[in-house]
């Protein structure tokens, strides 16, 4: 099974987008669109991979630690 | 099959063009998650059996079932509609009314659609019948079949976001799972069922699902 506590993902949830860490208990904050998530995630690139899904659940793009 | 596993499996009838894959997976991981066992009618292509009789044994055999005719549309003309949906949605309406043996009254069938109205128009016997849309988004499919799983009786279940989460930090695992045995990214999001089954069992046998973290 893959490391699942340095990941972070950038998660669809009703009418906005949420940012949620690996292992947390609940998503950590809601953002209006997708690109307001992903500004709030880059700020995290160094510690964390990123998981950006489609409005289905599965992954759009996967970008390791320090790569975006 | 014995009596528990009749109490604890789900007859899945949908559609099976591409489109509705990472619909119907976002179906069996919630119903996995929530403790179900999911049936369809292509796990056992393999076998030489005649497509009906394998139908009418996945009736017989699970207490729930789940119709999600999100497709009654054709997309091109001259298209023909395919009828396998509501004739296995017959049988198993027939199947919970009309079987001499009485347990099969306690069926449950959850009928789903994609736009609203649509399947009345389509199939307008089904007037007056609860039918549940989830506007063709894997989000609300998940939250309407946990809840629907909770008002049939599954109570101990975690709540719909949890599951949400869950079904997609489980497809980040799937990613990074295939990516490493070097799958494309095209060949994941195109997995088999057979395959994507397996993974998930994988899956769940090491997470703790339904239980809130």
Redo the contacts between chains.
């Keep these: 099974m893959p490391d699942q506590h340095n990941r972070i993902h950038i998660i669809k949830r009703d009418d906005g987008w949420v940012l949620r860490k690996d292992g947390a208990t609940k998503a950590s904050k809601k953002f209006p669109t997708k690109q307001d998530a992903l500004e709030s995630a880059y700020d995290l690139r160094s510690s964390y991979d990123l998981v950006v899904h489609s409005p289905d659940g599965t992954v759009e793009n996967y970008w390791e630690k320090g790569q975006y | 099959m014995p009596e528990d596993k009749f109490h604890q499996s789900v007859f899945i009838n949908c559609p099976y063009d591409p489109g509705y894959r990472?619909?119907l997976?976002?179906l069996v991981f919630t119903l996995r998650y929530c403790g179900l066992t999911p049936r369809i009618a292509s796990e056992r292509l393999e076998t030489a059996e005649v497509r009906l009789e394998r139908i009418i044994d996945l009736i017989l055999e699970t207490k729930y079932s789940i119709h999600d005719f999100s497709r009654v549309k054709s997309r091109e003309p001259n298209e023909y509609f395919r009828f396998n949906m509501p004739l296995e949605l017959g049988l198993d309406l027939g199947c919970k009314n009309y079987h001499h043996d009485l347990k099969y009254r306690q069926k449950h069938l959850l009928i789903m659609e994609g736009e609203r109205g649509s399947l009345s128009r389509a199939m307008s016997d089904l007037s007056g019948v609860d039918v549940l849309c989830h506007e063709n988004?894997?989000?609300r499919l998940v939250e309407m079949l946990r809840n629907w799983l909770f008002n049939v009786g599954f109570s101990d279940l975690a709540g719909p976001?949890?599951i949400?989460?869950e079904?997609?930090?489980f497809?980040?695992?799937l990613?990074?799972?295939f990516?490493k045995k070097g799958f494309r990214?095209t060949q994941?999001?195109n997995l088999s069922f057979k395959e994507f089954s397996h993974y998930l069992d994988?899956?769940i046998s090491?997470r703790q699902p339904g239980v809130?973290?």
Excluded: G, R, V
Aim: net charge negative; charged share 20%.
């Design positions: 990472h619909s997976w976002a988004e894997s989000e976001n949890h949400w989460d079904f997609n930090i497809n980040a695992d990613y990074q799972h990516k990214t994941i999001t994988l899956w090491k809130n973290q």
